[in-house]
């Protein structure tokens, strides 16, 4: 028998969960090539924040490990990429950090903050794509997307989701 070499299952990131409830007459359901978990029927209430809940205490740590992460990958580009795109990205991941850090009942990120920083990051320094992805796909991220709004979620699956990494 081969031994199994292989590495533990990833989980999907948030964006590609089915919502763990959903409110209204609904069936999840896969709707044409790259729609999959997608709410169908009447009065249909689909949140992040029903499927992964509001942030937790320990969030806000979780997110800023992430982002010690992304501040280390983009100090390993060194010469790969110009200084002033290098002080660009440092200022725009301060800026995302402090949305994302977001975590208190009392604040409420902004989505469009939250995308442009994104968009930026991604299509200027796609050396930091994976780590930027990985951000995102952590759930306490997710939680926060979630307060953030809908136009915060949809920018997260529609420019995170399956093949647009």
């Known amino acids: 028998m081969a031994k199994n070499d292989s590495k533990p299952r990833e989980q999907k990131p948030w964006w590609d969960q089915p919502p763990a409830s959903i409110g209204g007459d609904a069936i999840i359901a896969n709707v044409g090539a790259g729609a999959h978990n997608v709410a169908v029927g009447k009065h249909i209430q689909q949140t992040i924040i029903s499927t992964l809940g509001a942030p937790a205490p320990g969030d806000k740590q979780i997110i800023e490990q992430k982002f010690a992460e992304l501040n280390t990958t983009l100090g390993k580009l060194g010469g790969q990429i110009d200084a002033n795109t ?13 949305e994302l850090t977001k975590t208190d009942e009392k604040e409420t990120p902004s989505a469009t903050t939250i995308a442009q920083v ?3 990051l991604l299509d200027n320094v796609p050396s930091v794509a994976e780590t930027v992805i990985g951000l995102f796909a952590t759930p306490a991220v997710g939680k926060v997307i979630g307060k953030a709004g809908e136009v915060a979620v949809k920018w997260a699956k529609e420019r995170l989701g399956r093949g647009n990494g």
Do not use: N, S, V, Y
């Not at 290098?86 to 402090?98: S, W």
């Open 86 to 98: 290098k002080k660009t990205a440092e200022f725009q991941i301060k800026l995302l950090q402090g």
């Open 118 to 120: 994104g968009d930026w």
